[in-house]
């Protein structure tokens, strides 16, 4: 492929990689692990992990990228053509991810329509799921299209893949130039303001007061890790993919830290905006805030609700920025789960973007639809559980096994970061990369077998779990083998000047 596209600036890389990282899981989920695991001792763990596994992996992941130049398929397969299937296994999991993702995204979109006039009413929870979602009583039944998730679906869908058809740099760099800063202030608003309403003190003493007991418990230092993993979106295809867009001369390394501290930053961010607004909220209804801590959906589009409800002023405002962050947040992310299938198809069958956009997000959307049910709640929350712990997870861990012990490619790859980075990479890198890593996600791999086995995941039927669960996971990896098993475009896996 001798016109790969590529990106206009090395700021709009480093850019599109932190809109990819900055997501969801920095608002919703880092605020509550943090708390649930040591609060402000958290941070020891937290940092070890980013310096000897999420740093690691993303100098990896961009070196890869950035060498062989291609998506993860086409990299694989130029490191070594049996590793072909790794690419696509990572990519089917990108795919899996694309469809539940932007139902999300098209929850906030509503949210952010519904503060305008505080519709959710005095009982957020029951708004949720009753009026908004209409969730069906037992998982398993899709029936019942709901209109109010289906239409700002398409929406998203629509601006997804509008900015897919314009390109690498046209469209996610300029989207991403756009989008992130706009992130960022939106979300200085919001924080500044949680800072300065009654009790947020409170949230924040309880967010940092440490609890240096917990950092003795493996616990919390696999915790630390799940995070760092899920919140930089390595282990599967994305940062390969933006990096085979970047220029020859780049400072591969230092972008990697660059992204690295930006997403924690953000994290940190929203940890102390989150838990200034759940002080509040505590003060308000006058209970610990032990009792008002939540993660995920429930802090989004309940407790967020809630704390909207009881604003001294500007309520609607408030409620609209918080959502259009959300919806911002979860955007830039989304492109970036796009892009490693659209540069999957294209390079592998030597099609145009315009088909490969068409192709891949026209199927991806035509799934998503099942989770705009009445049943789709269920079935992200399965789908969800099941593609992160055997998916993203054990991919990652194939990933490091194959390159440093299979491939034995550490060194190779080092000399190649190190030939264009001001910073040197040493015995860190490859020590976190070839023993640190495989162990932490191997023990999580097993951990993971454990507490799915034992018990069904939220109590889920096993009939529905079969295919919304396991079913899922597996088939990513069959997609794998069928991938590759599929020919090359003509002389697509020659690797472009490889001058070492
Ligand atoms: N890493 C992102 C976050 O922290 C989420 C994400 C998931 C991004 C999947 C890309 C792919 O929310
Ligand atoms: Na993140």
Not at 131 to 150: C, D, M, Q, R, S
Not at 313 to 325: D, T, Y
Not at 327 to 342: D, H, K, P, Y
């Amino acid at each position: 492929m001798e016109n790969r596209p590529q990106w206009g600036t090395r700021t709009g890389f480093v850019l599109a990689a932190i809109g990819s990282a900055v997501g969801l899981g920095n608002i919703w989920r880092f605020p509550a692990v943090a708390y649930e695991n040591g609060g402000g001792a958290f941070f020891l763990p937290y940092l070890f992990a980013l310096l000897t596994a999420g740093i690691p992996l993303l100098v990896l992941e961009f070196t890869l990228g950035h060498k062989y130049k291609g998506s993860s398929p086409l990299t694989f397969a130029r490191l070594n053509k049996k590793f072909e299937w790794l690419g696509w296994w990572q990519v089917a999991i990108s795919f899996v991810i694309s469809t539940y993702y932007p139902i999300i995204v098209a929850w906030a979109l509503s949210y952010a329509w519904f503060s305008l006039n505080l519709s959710w009413g005095k009982d957020p929870g029951s708004f949720l799921m009753g009026e908004y979602l209409k969730v069906a009583p037992n998982p398993g039944e899709f029936i019942g299209l709901v209109p109010g998730v289906f239409f700002p679906l398409l929406l998203i869908w629509g601006i997804t893949l509008g900015i897919m058809f314009k390109g690498v740099k046209k469209g996610i760099e300029a989207a991403n130039k756009f989008m992130l800063p706009t992130l960022v202030i939106l979300f200085l608003i919001i924080v500044v303001r949680a800072l300065s309403l009654d009790g947020a003190a409170e949230g924040l003493n309880a967010f940092f007061k440490p609890d240096w007991k917990e950092i003795a418990s493996p616990k919390v230092w696999i915790a630390a890790y799940g995070q760092i993993f899920f919140s930089l979106s390595v282990g599967f295809a994305i940062m390969v993919t933006y990096s085979s867009y970047l220029p020859k001369k780049t400072d591969l390394t230092n972008n990697a830290f660059i992204t690295g501290f930006a997403n924690s930053g953000f994290e940190l961010l929203a940890g102390i905006g989150v838990f200034a607004a759940l002080g509040f909220m505590a003060q308000q209804q006058g209970v610990p805030i032990n009792e008002v801590v939540k993660s995920g959906i429930g802090l989004a589009f309940v407790v967020f609700p809630q704390i909207i409800n009881e604003f001294p002023a500007f309520n609607q405002f408030f409620g609209f920025l918080f959502f259009a962050c959300l919806f911002l947040a979860g955007l830039t992310s989304l492109i970036s789960i796009v892009e490693t299938f659209v540069a999957g198809v294209q390079d592998k069958f030597n099609v145009s973007r315009t088909k490969s956009v068409m192709i891949g997000g026209g199927v991806s959307a035509l799934v998503s639809i099942l989770y705009a049910t009445r049943g789709g709640l269920y079935l992200l929350d399965a789908v969800d559980n099941f593609i992160n712990s055997f998916g993203i997870v054990i991919a990652g861990l194939v990933e490091v096994v194959l390159v440093a012990w299979v491939a034995k490619k550490l060194t190779n790859l080092q000399d190649h970061a190190n030939a264009i980075s001001d910073m040197r990479l040493g015995g860190w890198w490859k020590i976190s990369l070839s023993i640190i890593t495989p162990l932490v996600l191997g023990y999580m791999t097993v951990q993971n077998f454990i507490t799915n086995t034992k018990e069904n995941y939220e109590g889920y039927p096993t009939s529905f779990l079969l295919y919304a669960g396991w079913g899922v996971a597996i088939a990513a990896v069959v997609a794998g083998f069928v991938f590759m098993s599929l020919r090359w475009g003509k002389d697509s896996l020659n690797v472009p000047d490889e001058k070492e």
